[in-house]
């Protein structure tokens, strides 16, 4: 009868935990990647409010399959509200251009006839058009002088390596035998030069007695 207790207590405890773990998890939100149709949601909200702040909570959003399923499903209206908003922000220089530039390519490439077919949709893709060929005119320029800098900063880093660089100090280790015969030599060369400055004295001497010779004749 014990174990029987033990047991339906044990059984009874195992539900209470599952049941509470449930309620932890239904009870606590969890960060769930967001989805197209909530985004969808979100981008249209913005559009229709002009909500400037809201609009940059959907661009944040860099999931290639979620933007393309939610510029899909934007009205023509929509779209030529988006191409705006997205080419004002572009112009602002700003950090969300990253955010910005997959959209509005998104929205190119599945609204390019839609855009086109509208009048006032030519001044939007004329000032887009000004924009990027002022932005690529200047990438040669920055690109010289990325490139110089390269190149001044790699001279002076050689530079430094040249001047912690060590010289170098060779040992020559010379043995016994080498040195007693350089000696040898020296002793050698010195005896030679003696010889030879007393051959000179004798010479000289000889001479000077001929001439005493030549002068008493």
Not at 69 to 86: G, K, T
Not at 160 to 176: L, Q, S, Y
Request: hydrophobic share 40%; net charge negative.
């Amino acid at each position: 009868m014990g174990e029987k207790l033990a047991s339906l207590n044990l059984v009874e405890n195992g539900k209470t935990e599952s049941h509470e773990k449930q309620e932890r998890e239904e009870s606590s939100p969890l960060a769930k990647p967001p989805i197209a149709d909530s985004v969808n949601v979100l981008l249209k909200q913005a559009l229709h409010a002009d909500d400037h702040a809201l609009l940059l909570d959907c661009l944040y959003t860099q999931d290639e399959k979620v933007i393309a399923n939610s510029v899909s499903q934007l009205n023509p209206s929509d779209v030529l509200q988006l191409l705006q908003s997205l080419i004002s922000i572009i112009q602002s220089r700003g950090a969300v251009l990253a955010c910005a530039l997959p959209w509005i390519k998104s929205l190119l490439l599945q609204h390019a006839s839609g855009i086109m077919s509208q009048a006032s949709s030519l001044r939007a893709l004329n000032s887009l058009y000004q924009l990027i060929e002022s932005r690529v005119s200047t990438f040669k320029s920055a690109l010289q002088i990325s490139s110089c800098l390269d190149f001044l900063y790699a001279g002076i880093v050689e530079d430094e390596f040249d001047e912690n660089a060590t010289i170098p100090v060779i040992f020559e280790d010379k043995d016994e035998s080498d040195e007693e015969e350089s000696e040898d030599a020296m002793e050698t060369d010195q005896g030679s030069e003696d010889g030879e400055a007393l051959d000179d004295e004798a010479f000289d001497g000889v001479s000077d007695f001929e001439g005493i010779d030549d002068m008493s004749d």
